[in-house]
């Protein structure tokens, strides 16, 4: 415990540097894929972040003790520090809240409902809502 308090001044700049270095969306062009909607990508980040659900407990832990003064600097690192697009933001958005009730929700579920949202489901409903003409 000691040696790692020499690489970081506190536990909060080692939670920082775990949220912004090992979070599972840097090994994808986050950007081009939520702007291109690229489904078989999509489909391939749904389930790797299935495969990692403590990433959203730290999430969750961010939001609670941290009141989520690391978030902007997470979506800066994940888009290239280029603001993202409203509609890159909104699937973002769909994409975590997904993970939060399927991963954290589901397992609260009695036997039987705790079913699976599809990823083409959940990229239609996102596309029937952003391509609708206003």
Do not use: W
């Not at 009141?67 to 290239?80: A, C, M, S, T």
């Not at 039987?112 to 409903?125: C, M, R, V």
């Amino acid at each position: 415990l000691g040696g790692i308090y020499n690489h970081f001044p506190s536990k909060e700049a080692l939670f920082q540097s775990i949220l912004l270095e090992h979070n599972p969306f840097m090994r994808y062009n986050l950007r081009r894929l939520l702007e291109t909607i690229d489904r078989q990508q999509f489909k391939t980040l749904l389930e790797e972040l299935t495969k990692q659900p403590d990433f959203f407990i730290l999430i969750l832990i961010e939001l609670l003790e941290f009141k989520g003064r690391h978030l902007p600097q997470l979506i800066e690192k994940i888009f290239d520090e280029n603001p993202p697009s409203e509609a890159s933001r909104t699937l973002l958005s769909l994409l975590i809240a997904h993970h939060i009730t399927q991963i954290l929700l589901a397992k609260a579920l009695p036997t039987g409902e705790q079913s699976q949202i599809s990823p083409d489901a959940l990229l239609d409903t996102f596309l029937a809502g952003t391509l609708k003409p206003e």
